[in-house]
């Protein structure tokens, strides 16, 4: 069975400052792992995919992930927050694609000014 | 381009009332659809999945049930409301190497 862990359920930072966001696979199979965001009462938009390529995984808005099979990782980085990224984080695991795609609970950024 | 379109977007609805949300699809042929429910603080939670007409699987034992009576048409369905059900509920489609692509949500209030 596939689970996803993220760690902290609301994380703060100060605009311009690292956002770090935690996210710990299981998965019995080669992972498809996933970050989405989500804005209050929207759906879920992807922000970047990892699918056996390469580990460093950059996606939309700024935002990267690094895929470390070593430590069943894929934390969300983004070198300096904006306002305009707080929002709900998710990190995400399937199979195969996007099918029966399992999520975690989820992390709210906060963004100070 | 595809297009997911799902209503209504909010919904209060009775104790013991019946439950018809609606979800298509628009610009794809053959997806696999979903039905999630996001509660507060608890990520999203995979109800029922689709990989065909007629063809639903239930990923948690609960009072809701799903359709599918076309190829791009997804209903979540209730004969009778809890206030359990109250949540927002997200329909997705993806397709074999695709990842989920997400409606906008419906916020369901039983009360």
């Known amino acids: 069975a596939q689970s996803v862990t993220q760690l902290g359920s609301h994380v703060s930072v100060s605009e311009g400052a690292l956002v770090l966001l935690r996210c710990n696979y299981s998965s019995s199979v080669p992972p498809y792992l996933f970050w989405y965001v989500q804005y209050p009462n929207q759906g879920l938009q992807l922000l970047l995919k990892y699918t056996s390529a390469a580990t460093l995984v950059k996606g939309i808005n700024g935002f990267e992930a690094e895929f470390k099979k070593s430590e069943t990782s894929f934390h969300l980085t983004k070198p300096s927050a904006h306002m305009s990224d707080a929002a709900e984080y998710f990190c995400?695991?399937?199979?195969?694609?996007?099918?029966?795609?399992?999520f975690g609970a989820g992390t709210r950024l906060f963004v100070k000014a | 381009s595809q297009t997911i379109h799902q209503w209504p977007a909010t919904l209060v609805q009775p104790v013991g009332s019946p439950l018809s949300l609606e979800c298509t699809v628009e610009g794809t042929s053959n997806p696999n659809l979903y039905w999630y429910r996001q509660a507060a603080g608890r990520g999203l939670q995979l109800l029922f999945y689709?990989?065909?007409?007629?063809?639903i699987s239930s990923e948690v034992p609960q009072n809701l049930s799903a359709s599918r009576p076309q190829d791009r048409q997804f209903i979540l369905s209730s004969k009778k409301l809890l206030l359990s059900d109250s949540g927002f509920y997200l329909c997705a489609w993806s397709l074999e190497n695709t990842e989920a692509f997400f409606g906008q949500g419906t916020r369901l209030t039983v009360v």
């Open positions: 995400a695991v399937s199979h195969t694609g996007g099918f029966k795609t399992i």
């Open positions: 689709s990989v065909g007409i007629g063809q």
